[in-house]
C-alpha cells in the first residue's frame, strides 16, 4: 500500500490543523494506521492509532485531549485532526500503516513522505 499525507502548514499557536493520509494500492480497511511525528534533533514518536474498523483508538499522552485520529475507509483516507497547538507539536507528521493490531509502537510496514507542521508562539 502507497501511502501520502498531507494538510501541514504553519498555524498560530492555538490553532488547528487536519491531517490526510491518502491511501492507494490496497484497500485500506486491512490496516491498522498510525500518525507519527519526528521534530528536529529528537526521535521519532508515535502520536495516535487507529483499528482497521476505526473501534479502537490510541493517542500518546501529549496529544491526548487535542488531537484526534479517525479513518474514512470509503475514502481509503486516514486523518489527524490537532486542535489546540502547541510550538512543541512543531514536527515532520508521517502516517503509517500495517496488517497487525494498531498500537503505538513503531513496527509498522508502510510509510508515507511525511508533512511539515510547524507551530509557532
Known amino acids: 500500500v502507497q501511502l501520502q499525507a498531507s494538510g501541514g502548514g504553519l498555524v498560530q499557536a492555538g490553532g488547528s490543523l487536519r491531517l490526510s493520509c491518502a491511501a492507494s494500492?490496497?484497500?485500506?480497511?486491512?490496516?491498522?494506521m498510525g500518525w507519527f511525528r519526528q521534530a528536529p534533533g529528537k526521535e521519532r514518536e508515535s502520536v495516535a492509532a487507529i483499528s482497521p474498523i476505526g473501534g479502537v483508538k490510541h493517542y500518546a499522552d501529549s496529544v491526548k485531549g487535542r488531537f484526534t485520529i479517525s479513518r474514512d475507509n470509503a475514502k481509503n483516507t486516514a486523518y489527524l485532526q490537532m486542535d489546540n497547538l502547541k510550538p512543541e507539536d512543531t514536527a515532520v507528521y508521517y502516517c503509517a500503516a500495517r496488517s497487525r493490531p494498531s498500537g503505538l509502537d513503531p513496527n509498522y510496514g508502510y510509510w508515507g513522505q511525511g508533512t511539515q507542521v510547524t507551530v509557532s508562539s
Open positions: 494500492g490496497r484497500t485500506l480497511s486491512s490496516f491498522a
